[in-house]
């Protein structure tokens, strides 16, 4: 199969999209398709004595981290993003990675490649670790702002149809984000989304949850707008941080403590690998008409080449078809409620 990546996306391009590139062709059976300005990614390519199936297509424009998504979409028409985008459009290849500005990515993706029928907005969608040793789907991270009931029950069963093929779990518990667990808590708009998943007979809602929840285990897919899921992401992020450099104080703090960390090497290498986002497939767009991986502008090669594995893997797994299939159900299932689902947004 092949994968476009926009080569010039992450802060430190192209360096890591090529070694990432290199590493995931060489290990499994992917065509990487490197676009971006060529006078760069040539040199670069030149490093490695074994490439694997990589390709160049040449763009002379960027999309900047700072630049306005719109104004980018608009006056940049030959830059690597776009350029990658249109390839996957025109079938020239399977699915889409970048690391550069996430708006961007968002914007062109909705516009080249457009929304899933029955889709009125994408979303962004993680996998994060939990307290329990497993995984909770997360969505939205920050495509939307500001979401309508519809919306959010349309990322409740994109959540759901993630996390059966990702999670493996058969009938994925789906929760929503809110203030308490009790069933009149929230605004108006999480009172109807909750009305319309109780009331929806493929999905397994289970209700009102906390935002602990995101990392206790009690659900397994936990939908929110893109404001409060960033919020949630950004601040465990930096928590983690937090409680990284407290460790690490403290570890070296004296000869019994270092003497411990060392006795502890391998739990510390093992929980690295569970809780750095270079270690995952990165954040996927759900509700576009294609696969399209959205990476951490600060991502290293490994998180370049594990994003390129999962993007075959979800390819591969039919993960646009089957959110398809989920959104056809949740209409039918919300077209037979007895009351009204429009709400004002």
């Not at 306005?68 to 608009?74: D, F, G, N």
């Not at 407290?246 to 270092?258: D, G, Q, R, V």
């Amino acid at each position: 199969m092949r994968i476009v990546v926009d080569a010039m996306g992450s802060d430190n391009a192209p360096y890591p999209e090529v070694e990432g590139a290199v590493q995931a062709s060489l290990e499994a059976d992917i065509e990487v398709i490197l676009v971006g300005d060529q006078d760069s990614l040539r040199p670069e390519l030149a490093k490695y004595s074994r490439k694997g199936k990589i390709n160049i297509v040449h763009a002379q424009e960027r999309v900047m981290m700072g630049d306005s998504p719109m104004q980018a979409i608009r006056k940049k028409k030959d830059s690597s993003l776009l350029i990658g985008l249109r390839l996957l459009k025109e079938g020239e290849a399977d699915a889409f990675l970048s690391a550069g500005n996430t708006g961007a990515v968002m914007m062109g993706s909705r516009v080249i490649l457009g929304p899933i029928k029955g889709v009125s907005r994408s979303a962004i969608c993680q996998s994060l670790p939990t307290m329990d040793g497993g995984n909770v789907v997360v969505l939205d991270l920050g495509a939307n702002v500001d979401c309508t009931a519809e919306q959010l029950c349309q990322f409740a069963e994109m959540g759901q149809v993630y996390a059966q093929l990702n999670l493996g779990v058969k009938e994925p518990r789906v929760g929503l984000i809110n203030i308490g667990e009790e069933q009149a808590k929230g605004n108006d708009i999480a009172k109807t989304v909750h009305l319309n998943l109780t009331a929806s007979e493929h999905i397994n809602f289970i209700g009102n949850v906390e935002p602990k929840a995101v990392f206790t285990g009690k659900a397994d897919v936990v939908v929110c707008d893109g404001f409060t899921g960033n919020i949630i992401l950004k601040t465990s992020e930096a928590v983690a941080g937090l409680m990284k450099n407290m460790l690490n104080e403290e570890l070296k703090s004296s000869w019994i403590t270092k003497l411990g960390a060392l006795l502890s090497k391998k739990a510390f290498i093992s929980l690295k690998k569970r809780s750095d986002p270079n270690e995952k497939i990165g954040a996927l767009l759900l509700g576009i008409n294609g696969i399209v991986v959205i990476l951490h502008g600060s991502c290293t090669s490994n998180g370049i080449k594990n994003a390129l594995l999962g993007a075959k893997e979800e390819f591969e797994m039919g993960l646009t078809q089957h959110l398809q299939q989920g959104i056809e159900e949740l209409r039918r299932d919300v077209e037979n409620l007895p009351c009204p689902t429009a709400d004002e947004s």
